[in-house]
């Protein structure tokens, strides 16, 4: 049976910690976490985006994560 976008999701919120807003400001605020803003430029337009936010687009997060690729920072 193939794996719906229901299943990949459910996998990776069981192996990919999360935690809440109050406990992700305190780790913001302190220099111990970078935020990375996926979204497209038309909603960051329309919403805004989270100051000091590492902006990579959704499509290319693997790309500039990979240091293979031309794409790659180190941020």
Not at 1 to 11: G, N, P, S, V
Not at 30 to 52: F, L
Request: charged residues 25%; proline residues 4%; without cysteine.
């Amino acid at each position: 049976m193939k794996k719906t976008a229901q299943d990949f999701l459910t996998e990776a919120n069981a192996v990919v910690p999360s935690i809440g807003v109050t406990d992700a400001v305190s780790l913001m605020n302190s220099g111990k976490a970078v935020v990375i803003d996926v979204r497209d430029g038309k909603e960051i337009d329309q919403s805004g985006t989270v100051k000091d936010a590492l902006r990579i687009p959704r499509g290319m997060i693997e790309f500039v994560a990979d240091p293979s690729t031309d794409f790659y920072n180190d941020q």
